[in-house]
Structure formats: C-alpha cells, structure tokens
C-alpha cells in the first residue's frame, strides 16, 4: 500500500472541516449526554461515524482506515481490558467471600466522627478502589458503606462523588493515564513522563478535596474543627501521590497513596482527639457531644478477620509494585516467546503528517506491544488467583467465576473497544489535528480551553480514559501549534478531566 498524506481542510473551508472532524465526538457525546444511550451503543455510532468520515470526508483508504480502528480495538483488549476484567474478578472474590464487608466494617470501626469517618472513608478508602477499580466502583462501595453507617442515601452519594475527583487520573491502576500514551507516543518512556506530569498537577487538589468535603457537608466552622485530621489525610496522599507517580509510574498512585493516608490518619487519631464529636450523619449542630461523652465505635470482627480482608488488596499492591519495576519487565519479557511487537500491515509507516500539523513531516508507527506475562493485567489475575486460593476458592469455582465476570463485563468492554478504536480511526486519518489546528486559533487562551476540554469530555463520557482517548492527541497537536508543552496539555486533559467526574452521568446512575 502507498504512504497517504493527511489531509487538514479537505473541504476548503475551515469551519465546514473542523465541524465534519467534530462529529465523531459530538454523536458520542450527544448520545450520551442528551439522548441517554447506553454507553456501548453511543460509543460503537461515534466509531461508525468517524470511519464512515475518514473513508469519504479525508480521503482516507478503505483498508487504511479498517487496520486503524483493528489497531484500536486490538490495544484496547489487550492494554486496557485485560486489566479492567482482571481486577473486576479480584474484586468479585472479596464480595462473594465477605471479606469486603469486614474491610468495610474496619475502616468505619476506627472512628465514630461522621466527618473523620467520611474523611476516611470518602476520601481515602474511595480513592483507593478508584485506584483499584476506576468505572464507578469507588462511589458505588463507599456511598453503600456511608448509607450503611447512617448518612442519608442523597447525601451519601453527593458527597461520594466529590470525594472521587482527585484520584480520577490514576483510577483503575492507571487506566487513564496509560490511554492518554496510547493515542499520543505510544511508548513506555512516555508513559512516565506522562504519569508524572499529573503527578505535579494533582497533589494541590489532594489536599483541597478533603477540606471540600467536610465543609460540604457540615459547615466551615465544624469542618474547621478538625482541621489538623484533613490535613493529615490531604497531605499524606498527596505527597505519595507526588513520589510515586514521578518515579514508579501510573499503575499503583492511588492505591498506594490511599493506604498510606488511611493508616496516617488512623495513628493521627490515636494521638488527636477532637474536641467535640459529631455523632448525626446529617451535619448539623445538634449532633455534636463532648468526645468524653461520646459512644466508643466497635466493628465487631476479629483482628485476625480483618487482617484476612485487608490481605488480598496487599498481594495485589505488592504484586503490581513489583511489575512496574523495570527489571522484573525486563525478566518477564522474552522477545518472540512472552514479548511481542506486532506491526499493523497496511498502517504502520504508511500515514503521514504533514504541515501545518507539524513542522516536519513522519509517517506514523503503528506497533502493537504485548508481554504476555509483563502485562499489568496478568499481574493482577496472579495476584487474583493467589487471593482466592486463600479465600478458599476451587480452582473450578475459580475460572467459573472469571467467566461470570467477563461476561458481566461484556458492555464495558464493547464500551471501551468501540472508544479506542474511535480515537485511533480519528488519530491516524488526521481529524484530531483538524480539530487541534482550530484550537489553536485560541492562542495564549488555550490552556484555559484545552483543560476545560477535558472537563468536558469526562462529563459528557462517564470516565477520564475516555476523555483523553478523544482529546489527548487533539491537545498535544494544539500545544505544538502554539508553543507551550504537549505534555503540559496531554497531562492538563486529564487533569482537568478529574472535576467533570463528580457531575457525569454515569457516576451519577452509579452513585444513584
């Protein structure tokens, strides 16, 4: 097949092109946001839309276009849902065991505050499945947990939702971060350079969140009263927050980071008492006692229980450190036998940018990268298996429920398939850079625009992976175009994406 050049302004006119290049998004969009599809149907129409443009709008080849959207697809699977439905699996275990109801139980034993315990538990113990989840679990558990010790179910999710913004970007062991490499570099080096980019933007929300939650809930004053316990629980996650998504990578941010703030904040408390307690879970003055007054919280399990429901999270942390250590890659990665680079026939170095896109003309690669036993995914299966085996499950009762969660999943993974392969199709056939060529006509405004972008697309698309499977090769083609760094804005879209996520209709549904 010959090298094919993108076209820009295929229509000639920029507006007319710009628009045609926006449909894609706006049919996904407006099928989420204002016809209120289901997810997969939404998301598999914007990608019937962006092929059926690059084949007949940009001139893109027939074929060219379809190993595009493979490309996606096939990335999708292998990079992102094998994470996702390996995890969802760990996750089903604890439930069908109990032992996440003791976890729960633990962690609203350690206080009888209703702030500190949301505090906790919003807060840390949400950023932590959010860490190991992503997709709405963390409102899901934590608002169950909040309504369960006696907070209104409104409040509970409300205040769930705004909790579960600072940690977005790394939700899921890094989901987002790790699709925002994919549709811009695509490499490993990037990647952390991404990872850490964030990790410079994020920890100032980490420590804002907290106070914002308390305050939502109560008042300034009775916040203000345990001002020192928010603190502790902002700033012992965000500095984890900053250390290990500058020099670990994306995968473990929040999991790591919420431990962390959950067992600092839990020792702060055996030091620091708070004056007066505020037994009502409605917030109000009325509700507050003298702490000497104050009925002690008991959670009713044994060490030794809790110690069981903690372990499985524990092996999976230690497992995922592990695989994100560069030499334990490198072991696991034998070229042709556990690694694999399989180049796309009929896209790699076939597509070419040109001016005004970028100052020099390259053909774009398109390789997918596979390590069979490298991958984050199976990491967490090992670690999965592990668990259950001393949970006490069946090797039979094992793989059973691994195919009940794979087929519990199945709309989620249409969902993320159809988004990725959009995101490739409108990246190789150039309709990103049309769109990004329009942006740039922002000029110095732009950083305003571009995380407002992202803000935008988590809202209206449920997830921040989302947002930067969309815009984050648009935002990097914009910062290029104007002068200011593209993984500055890479980073800003998802960044800026985290605050749309307490308001999307999917946390929403979630939490309701």
């Not at 996606?72 to 390996?86: D, M, P, Q, T």
């Not at 940690?167 to 080096?189: K, R």
């Not at 109560?218 to 203000?224: D, E, L, N, T, V």
């Not at 691994?402 to 398939?417: A, D, K």
Request: aromatic content about 12%; charged content about 10%.
């Amino acid at each position: 097949m010959e090298l094919w050049s993108q076209v820009y302004d295929p229509f000639g006119n920029v507006f007319l092109s710009t628009l045609v290049a926006a449909l894609p998004v706006l049919v996904l969009m407006g099928g989420l946001g204002f016809f209120h599809m289901k997810a997969h149907v939404a998301a598999v129409l914007g990608l019937v839309v962006a092929f059926a443009l690059a084949v007949f709008a940009v001139d893109m080849p027939l074929k060219m276009a379809g190993m595009a959207a493979y490309f996606g697809a096939i990335f999708s699977l292998v990079g992102i849902c094998w994470i996702i439905v390996n995890l969802m699996f760990l996750y089903r275990l604890t439930m069908k065991s109990g032992l996440f109801q003791v976890l729960q139980d633990s962690i609203g034993g350690i206080t009888g505050d209703r702030r500190l315990q949301l505090v906790l538990i919003a807060f840390c113990f949400g950023a932590f499945f959010e860490g190991a989840a992503g997709g709405g679990t963390s409102v899901a558990v934590t608002g169950a947990i909040l309504i369960g010790l006696g907070f209104s179910p409104l409040a509970a999710s409300g205040l769930s939702l705004i909790a579960n913004t600072a940690p977005v970007a790394y939700g899921g062991l890094g989901t987002p971060i790790i699709v925002l490499n994919s549709v811009t570099q695509n490499t490993d080096e990037y990647l952390l350079h991404l990872s850490a980019m964030v990790g410079r933007q994020l920890p100032f929300f980490s420590v804002i969140v907290p106070f914002w939650l308390v305050i939502t809930f109560c008042g300034f004053k009775r916040a203000m009263a345990i001002w020192p316990a928010i603190l502790v629980a902002g700033v012992s996650f965000a500095i984890p927050q900053f250390i290990i998504s500058n020099y670990h990578g994306p995968w473990l941010v929040d999991m790591v980071s919420a431990m962390i703030s959950m067992v600092v904040l839990a020792l702060f408390l055996r030091a620091w008492k708070p004056k007066d307690v505020m037994v009502a879970a409605d917030g109000s003055a009325s509700g507050m006692v003298p702490y000497a007054e104050a009925v002690k919280s008991n959670h009713g399990h044994s060490p030794e229980r809790v110690r069981q429901a903690w372990m499985p999270w524990i092996i999976l942390t230690v497992i995922l450190f592990a695989w994100g250590l560069p030499i334990v890659k490198s072991w696991l990665n034998t070229k042709g036998v556990t690694y694999f680079e399989y180049e796309i026939p009929g896209l790699h170095k076939l597509v070419q940018r040109v001016a005004p896109a970028v100052a020099t003309p390259h053909t774009e690669g398109a390789v997918l990268k596979f390590g069979i036993l490298s991958a984050t995914g199976t990491g967490i299966l090992i670690a999965a298996v592990i668990s259950g085996l001393i949970m006490g499950f069946r090797v039979k009762e094992l793989v059973s429920n691994w195919l009940e969660t794979l087929w519990v999943m199945r709309y989620s993974i249409i969902t993320i398939v159809a988004m990725i392969a959009l995101s490739y199709t409108t990246r190789y056939s150039g309709m990103d850079a049309i769109l990004g060529l329009a942006f740039a006509n922002t000029g110095w405004l732009y950083p305003f625009f571009g995380t407002l972008i992202g803000w935008i697309g988590v809202a209206l698309t449920g997830t921040d992976a989302g947002s930067n499977a969309l815009f984050g090769s648009q935002q990097q083609i914009t910062a290029n175009k104007i002068g200011i760094s593209p993984t500055l804005m890479a980073a800003a879209n998802s960044s800026g994406g985290v605050m749309g996520k307490m308001i999307d209709a999917q946390s929403i549904v979630v939490a309701g």
